[in-house]
């Protein structure tokens, strides 16, 4: 499902020192990415709301740069690749920001179909789509990555980690029985 991003803010969005200096360091990525090629980041976020903030901020400090955003649909069959390929088409964006990637995992069963073929895609995804592809997930979700996709992790060239103040645990928190907030359980979640 490809939803539109929000409209971006010309006001800029206040982050917590640690966070401004996380986001600044992955524009610097998206920046520099052009001379490198292929660049698969992860931007570790726990928290929706958090999430929302820094993704329209980094849209508003790449102003002039074609950022390109995909929510992963769990309802195809078509596999991560096949949707990104599907979405863009012949489009080379500066950079692409994946959501959606704990709707695919299987966390019970610790495999998934469609992370064994993004596993097996890595040598592709570097020449089908030369320009940084940020996976936005919470920490479970980048330790499943990690583990049912190996190959693809080890090729990754950057970690971005972003902590969540105390009203986005408290939003969190609020939302765990929410059936669309993450892919896992009520346990899982806590």
Not at 58 to 71: K, Q
Request: net charge negative; with cysteine; aromatic share 10%.
């Amino acid at each position: 499902m490809i939803a539109p991003p929000p409209a971006i803010s010309e006001s800029p969005v206040v982050l917590s020192p640690g966070n401004e200096q996380e986001l600044q360091a992955l524009c610097r990525m998206v920046d520099h990415a052009g001379t490198h090629g292929c660049t698969l980041a992860f931007a570790w976020v726990n928290h929706p709301t958090l999430q929302q903030q820094l993704t329209l901020e980094a849209r508003r400090r790449l102003t002039g740069r074609s950022v390109a955003e995909i929510t992963l649909d769990s309802a195809v069959q078509s596999g991560v690749v096949e949707q990104w390929e599907g979405f863009l088409g012949d489009r080379r964006p500066a950079v692409l920001f994946v959501y959606g990637i704990e709707k695919l995992l299987d966390l019970e069963s610790g495999y998934t179909h469609a992370m064994a073929v993004l596993n097996l895609n890595r040598g592709y995804i570097a020449r089908r789509f030369p320009f940084p592809i940020v996976f936005w997930a919470a920490d479970f979700a980048m330790v499943a990555f990690s583990k049912q996709a190996p190959d693809a992790w080890s090729v990754k060239s950057e970690s971005f980690h972003f902590t969540g103040e105390s009203s986005d645990t408290i939003e969190t928190l609020g939302r765990l029985g929410e059936g669309e907030f993450w892919s896992s359980g009520r346990r899982e979640k806590l």
